[in-house]
């Protein structure tokens, strides 16, 4: 059983940048591929980003490519996402979540948390 807690959502202005935390409980956290998931509204669930146990494969989608940033500490079982120059567009809930198989229907998620750009 893994339970993902995340932090650090809130308001920012075009340009700037905010830095979510994903804390994750249980011992099996670094057997999962873990990854970033927003949706904004009226919009379908993007996957970000994600990121491999080793930290040897990471995916990003193509719209936050050179801007943000995943890493994991697997010894602290924490998924950071640092998210830079921050668009209107990014703005959606941003979910953690774990997965083994896929993105399809990850094995848990967190509960969300906001990001909103204001421009």
């Known amino acids: 059983q893994v339970q993902l807690v995340e932090s650090g959502g809130g308001l920012v202005q075009v340009g700037g940048s905010l830095r979510l935390s994903c804390a994750a409980s249980?011992?099996?956290?670094?057997?999962?591929?873990m990854g970033w998931l927003r949706q904004a509204p009226g919009k379908e669930r993007e996957v970000v980003t994600a990121?491999?146990?080793?930290?040897?494969?990471?995916y990003y989608a193509d719209s936050v490519k050179g801007r943000f940033t995943i890493s994991r500490d697997n010894a602290k079982n924490t998924v950071y996402l640092q998210m830079n120059s921050l668009k209107p567009e990014d703005t959606a809930v941003y979910y953690c979540?774990?997965?083994?198989?896929?993105?399809?229907?990850?094995?848990?998620w967190g509960q969300g948390t906001q990001v909103t750009v204001s421009s």
């Open positions: 979540a774990a997965t083994r198989l896929g993105w399809s229907n990850p094995d848990y």
């Open positions: 249980g011992r099996a956290f670094s057997t999962y591929i």
């Open positions: 990121i491999t146990w080793s930290g040897a494969s990471i």
